[in-house]
């Protein structure tokens, strides 16, 4: 089983970005997918997070800009950042959690800057 993130840069304050994570090895579509961050010297947060069922919630830091979103027939997750800020600056991670497993896997990340 692999997470493959996608879509992290440079963005200015105030722009949009779509972040992608790619699952193989079929599991995707059991899973609840959530996106977590990393700041430089700061613990790794959850940032929205979506079910089986599509059932989404957020971070109240994000709430409102960011929206997450899936696709099982390409076993992908999306995050949508809109209305970026200098403090959304993180590696931002991908996790699966595949209950009826017991498993769960991680991406490696992709780093977002949201810089001027």
């Known amino acids: 089983v692999q997470l493959v993130e996608s879509g992290g840069g440079l963005v200015q304050p105030g722009g949009s970005l779509r972040l992608s994570c790619a699952a193989s090895?079929?599991?995707?579509?059991?899973?609840?997918m959530t996106w977590y961050r990393q700041a430089p010297g700061k613990q790794r947060e959850v940032v929205a997070a979506?079910?089986?069922?599509?059932?989404?919630s957020y971070a109240d830091s994000v709430k409102a800009r960011f929206i997450i979103s899936r696709d099982n027939a390409k076993s992908t997750v999306y995050l949508r950042m809109n209305s970026l800020k200098a403090e959304d600056t993180a590696v931002y991670y991908c996790?699966?959690?595949?209950?009826?497993?017991?498993?769960?896997?991680w991406g490696k990340g992709t780093l977002v800057t949201v810089s001027s």
């Open positions: 979506i079910t089986v069922g599509g059932i989404t």
């Open positions: 090895g079929g599991i995707f579509s059991m899973s609840a």
């Open positions: 996790h699966a959690d595949v209950r009826d497993l017991g498993m769960d896997y």
